[in-house]
T-cell receptor, first 114, second 115 residues
């Protein structure tokens, strides 16, 4: 079946602009995660959604970052007033449920803030 | 919170040799330890994982060992092949408490298998 998909694959924006990144999880997966991968670094947890529960936002680096998940499926990560330090690859992952399940990653969105 | 350290950052081996990558973690509550392989420009893919109720797990040429007392775990690749060249990430999480399975990742090891 189809894996996790993300769009756009690449995004170049100017400092101060807002951007929206989209994630389509694997069908039937109730858990969805966003991670950020900066150049030469590991993946950094941002936010987690599980079903209809309140999201775990503990990894969001500032209030410029927000995410929502509509209808328990597609998720959008929004970064307001982008800064150059926001430049990174943003990866989405989904799993069948929130516990004891493998996380499958999407291809990522490469964001460059000029 | 959890902190995962990974060594070495780069590793070069000859084809057919073994490769070992080591990680340490700080949170004794962590009980799930996956390893991901990321080829250049591609998404991370799970290659093996281990839970804290076992000390070792093997899948063909890949094995992972876990020492809960010392809070470290290692990835072992035997008979390395050029297609093993990639960045490998270790991660840790506490998947039984709280909500979800948010992973804390190491900073990655660039493995290069030379002919």
């Amino acid at each position: 079946g189809a894996g996790v998909s993300q769009s756009p694959s690449n995004k170049v924006t100017e400092k101060g602009k807002d951007v929206e990144l989209r994630c389509d999880p694997i069908s039937g997966h109730t858990a969805l995660y966003w991670y950020r991968q900066s150049l030469g670094q590991g993946l950094e947890f941002l936010i987690y959604f599980q079903g209809n529960s309140a999201p775990d936002k503990s990894g969001l680096p500032s209030d410029r970052f927000s995410a929502e998940r509509t209808g328990g499926s597609v998720s959008t990560l929004t970064i307001q007033r982008t800064q150059q330090e926001d430049s990174a690859v943003y990866l989405c992952a989904s799993s069948l449920s929130g516990r004891r399940e493998t996380q499958y990653f999407g291809p990522g969105t490469r964001l460059l803030v000029l | 919170g959890e902190n995962v350290e990974q060594h070495p950052s780069t590793l070069s081996v000859q084809e057919g040799d073994s490769a070992v990558i080591k990680c340490t973690y700080s949170d004794s509550a962590s009980n799930y330890f996956p390893w991901y392989k990321q080829e250049l420009g591609k998404r991370p893919q799970l290659i093996i994982d281990i839970r804290s109720n076992v000390g070792e797990k093997k899948d063909q040429r890949i094995a992972v060992t876990l020492n809960k007392t010392a809070k470290h775990f290692s990835l072992h690749i035997t008979e390395t092949q050029p297609e093993d060249s990639a960045v490998y990430f270790c991660a840790a999480s506490d998947e039984l408490t709280g909500g979800g399975n948010k992973l804390t990742f190491g900073t990655g090891t660039q493995l290069k298998v030379e002919l």
